[in-house]
């Protein structure tokens, strides 16, 4: 698929980063939820964050993207601190897919995704024929041009994420975060948004996205970010990252981890208490 011409997108800045967080710390009141994190976006990579439930992921992709302001450290997007750029500069640049989107009521898929060019519009820029076909070809990416005239929330969960995706891809921007783009859908639907992040990713889009099927993340990364209770407990390719040991620190997960037999990274096989009583689990991991 040529995902080029959707996206305009041009390879990552060169150098060690796209995105960086440096010494962040956020906070939600007075609970401090990510504290002095450094994390770094490469460029061109697509990166996975995993980590237990409320262990600050979207909090983090949050960050990154602006929607939240750090308490201390700063944004790096681009070589500038994401805090002196303009918000519509911001949205050229970088697309954010959050958790749990909420379209207007009644709003239909093609005015919702319609919306991801709106950075693109001003007075001196009206809609044009290039808008309408970067729409199109959003639509069809994700499989939804079928629904263009429903309401949104008419969707089913699974239509409803594709449509959101759809809306992120939209805005033609060539840094992609997306906070569990998979939610609600069926494996093969799944697979079918991973292997379009990997399109993206032969283009030369970089992504971040939050996954928490960790198979799927070992598989469609090249640099995952491990997380817990607010700090990143290990950053690295799949292959160097992923252990029983690790998993277990990060997850409190008991499991194998074995050669995958279809692609050439870790496969993590969970170990449940059942398993433990019938003696399948490695006294070392015990
Ligand atoms: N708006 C908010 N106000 C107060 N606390 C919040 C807010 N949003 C998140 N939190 C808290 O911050 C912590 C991190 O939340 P966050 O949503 O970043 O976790 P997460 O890793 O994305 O979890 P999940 O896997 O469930 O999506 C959690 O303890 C959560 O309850
Ligand atoms: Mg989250």
Known sequence: MVVQSITGVKPGVDGASRLAARGVTVEYGARTVLD????????????????????????????????????????????????????????????????????????????????GRHPHQSWLRQWSSDD???????????????????????????????????M??????????????????????????????????????????????????TRYSDNLVVMRDGAILAQGHPRDVITAELLHEAFGLRAKVIDDPVGDRPLIVPIGRAHVELGRFEPELQ
Do not use: F
């Open 132 to 166: 309408a076909d970067v729409v199109a070809r959003a639509l069809a990416m994700t499989g939804v041009s079928d629904l263009a005239d429903r309401p949104v929330d008419s969707l089913s969960g699974g239509q409803r994420q594709r449509v959101w995706i759809s």
């Open 36 to 115: 002095e994190l450094d994390v770094t976006v490469p460029p061109g990579v697509v990166t996975t964050i995993i980590g237990p439930n409320g262990c600050g992921k979207s909090t983090l992709l949050r960050t990154l993207s602006r929607l939240l302001k750090p308490a201390g450290g700063r944004v790096v997007l681009d070589g500038e601190d994401i805090a002196t750029l303009r918000t519509r500069d911001v949205a050229k640049k970088l697309g954010l897919l959050p958790q749990a989107p909420v379209a207007p009521e009644g709003l239909t898929v093609s005015d919702l995704v319609t919306r």
């Open 168 to 217: 992120t891809l939209a805005q033609g921007t060539d840094l992609l975060l997306l906070d569990e783009p998979t939610t609600y859908l069926d494996l093969a639907h799944a697979i079918d948004v991973l292997d379009l992040v990997d399109d993206l990713h032969e283009s030369g889009c970089t992504v971040v996205m939050v996954l928490h099927d960790l198979n799927l993340a």
